[in-house]
């Protein structure tokens, strides 16, 4: 995992609430998963995602957004499965910060 020390996001005190739908709050920081981006900005599934891949390397994990790994998360994806915020045939989860979710629209703009 990176340090964000010196990345735009700042200290974890410093990160705002995410508004909106519900945040998934995961070490300490409000973030949102790709279906619940996909749906706040009616898209179809997927849309979010290929923003992601298209700048992946501008993005930083652990202040931008966070990979759960199905092997490693398997209680908490089942929670977030069953709540309906993430999508039912998610295997591995992404889960954007505001400030992650913020450069990464920037950046496909």
Known sequence: MSDCADHPCGTEGAQQAVRGPQAIRFR???????????????????????HFKSCRSWLVEGCDFFRLDAGEYPALLARLREAGLIYPSSVHVLLFTETGYRRMMEAVR
């Not at 920081?29 to 290929?50: A, C, H, I, M, W």
């Open 28 to 50: 300490g920081r409000d973030t949102l998963s790709l279906r619940q981006l996909d749906e706040l900005n009616r898209v179809p599934k997927g849309t979010t995602f290929r």
